[in-house]
């Protein structure tokens, strides 16, 4: 069964409208989680790093004001894109990893993602 | 810069043989590597894992090779099915510990 659940699945909008997507780990307490963004054709590029109970760190070139990220507990996480604009739309997939000892070199288990397509 | 790169955008291949994709890397020195499948409009699943002391790894009728010299795994798909159609991704964790991936090859297994 999915691991992660990632809601919604799509989003149709007007430009300046923000956009809240969810990130659920289902099987497991996820202190990390992580957000991406791929366009057509192109590779997943890591935007930001979710901690539970601290600030989310952000990969370079992606604003942090522009892409709110909040994770509040160890199932959810939340990326808001705030006032979204044509050249956010995008596929935007979450991600976790199981939080054990040498964790990094656990798969990560990723969403189903969310089609933004702003208007 | 580091750079992870799949050498074949598309690959077509008749239903039964075996498919072969390429992941070449730069300036990374990998503990492991990773391969995924993505679907069209849906997230990456995980498939494989291999360890850089590990020359080859199988899991069903999927074969991946890791060389560190050569900076290079391969990933083969042995009897090839139409199901098998999708995006293969690989990746590796950088020193920061973050996953970054190939741009995928998309095979297509002709019926």
């Known amino acids: 069964g999915a691991v992660v659940s990632q809601h919604p699945s799509w989003v149709i909008c007007k430009s300046g409208t923000s956009v809240k997507i969810e990130c659920r780990s289902l099987?497991?307490?996820?202190?990390?989680m992580f957000w991406y963004r791929q366009f057509p054709k192109q590779s997943l590029m890591l935007m930001a790093t979710?901690?539970?109970?601290?600030?989310?760190?952000?990969e370079q070139g992606v604003e942090k004001d522009k892409f709110l990220i909040n994770h509040a507990s160890l199932t959810l996480s939340t990326l808001t894109v705030t006032s979204a604009h044509p050249e956010d739309s995008s596929f935007y997939i979450c991600s976790v990893r199981k939080s054990v000892a040498g964790g990094s070199n656990q798969p990560q288990h990723f969403g189903d993602g969310t089609r933004l397509s702003i208007l | 810069s580091q750079k992870i790169e799949q050498n074949s955008e598309a690959l077509n291949i008749q239903e039964g043989k075996t498919a072969t994709l390429t992941c070449n890397y730069t300036?990374?020195?990998?503990?492991?590597l990773q391969w995924y499948r993505q679907d069209p409009g849906r997230g990456p699943v995980f498939l494989l894992l291999?360890?850089?002391?590990?020359k080859e790894k199988r899991k069903e009728r999927l074969k991946v090779t890791f060389d560190t010299t050569l900076k290079q795994s391969l990933f083969h798909i042995t009897a090839s099915q139409p199901a098998d159609s999708a995006t293969y991704l690989c990746?590796?964790?950088?020193?920061?510990?973050?996953?970054?991936f190939g741009a995928g090859t998309t095979v297509t297994v002709r019926a």
């Open positions: 291999i360890r850089e002391n590990e």
């Open positions: 990746a590796l964790r950088s020193n920061d510990y973050k996953l970054s």
């Open positions: 099987d497991f307490q996820a202190t990390t």
């Open positions: 979710s901690n539970e109970g601290s600030k989310a760190t952000y």
């Open positions: 300036n990374y020195s990998p503990a492991y």
